[in-house]
């Protein structure tokens, strides 16, 4: 159980791009879904949290109209990197839980995106 | 603020013998711990977690880890390792009265030798 599903696994495309990642809970509602970069080498920054049917929370230094995160469903949360630059090519990870404080996240397995 | 520190960049070790990675919190509250795990080109997956009660957890794949509350440690340990093993690990702890936001340590690498 707990299954997230994160859509596409690998991007590469041209510098002035818009890239959409979807990331899916597949047997679970999840309330709540977190949005991480990760660079090489490197630990999971959290870039923002989403809940179903409001506005996603931007952590600081996390450009909202760059990053746009809609969690439109309980199931469904997507980050679009608008006109993506080659800097901000990495690897986007995005997690689910059900709501509650004592519930873990659940890891899809990330996205790497190249912007040439 | 809540932060994490895992001692070791990197921890070589050879199959068959133990290990423990090490892992220290900051937190001026109760905190919830977790370790995952993360192998290459793929997201975490989850190993174990303290919320409350026992001190000594036990997750999959044999791992466990030890709450020391005084020492405000979560030290991830496993008697005996095997080369499926070498992946990325990460401690991390959210506040339980928070929004859930987990708070990652800089990682592990165990690396398991023949």
């Known amino acids: 159980g707990a299954v997230v599903s994160q859509h596409p696994s690998r991007v590469i495309c041209k510098s002035g791009t818009s890239v959409k990642i979807e990331c899916r809970s597949l047997?679970?509602?999840?309330?709540?879904m977190f949005w991480y970069r990760q660079f090489p080498k490197q630990s999971l920054m959290l870039m923002a949290t989403?809940?179903?049917?409001?506005?996603?929370?931007?952590e600081q230094g996390v450009e909202k109209d760059k990053f746009l995160i809609n969690h439109a469903s309980l199931t469904l949360s997507t980050l679009t990197v608008t006109s993506a630059h080659p800097e901000d090519s990495s690897f986007y990870i995005c997690s689910a839980s059900q709501g509650a404080n004592n519930q873990p996240q659940h890891f899809g397995d990330g996205t790497r995106l190249s912007i040439l | 603020a809540q932060s994490v520190t895992q001692l070791d960049s990197q921890v070589p070790v050879f199959e068959e013998a133990p290990v423990e990675l090490r892992c220290n919190y900051s937190?001026?509250?109760?905190?919830?711990l977790f370790w995952y795990v993360q192998y290459p080109n793929q997201g975490l997956q989850l190993l174990l977690k303290?919320?409350?009660?026992?001190?000594l957890v036990k997750g999959i794949n044999g791992f466990e880890a030890e709450f020391n509350k005084s020492q405000t440690s979560f030290h991830l340990r496993k008697p005996s390792v095997h080369i499926s093993d070498t992946a990325e690990y990460f401690c991390?702890?959210?506040?339980?009265?928070?929004?859930?936001?987990?708070?990652f340590g800089q990682g592990t690498r165990l690396t398991i030798n023949p």
């Open positions: 937190s001026s509250v109760s905190v919830y």
């Open positions: 047997d679970f509602q999840a309330t709540t």
């Open positions: 989403s809940n179903e049917g409001s506005k996603a929370t931007y």
């Open positions: 991390a702890v959210s506040d339980p009265q928070g929004a859930q936001k987990l708070v």
């Open positions: 303290y919320l409350s009660g026992s001190t």
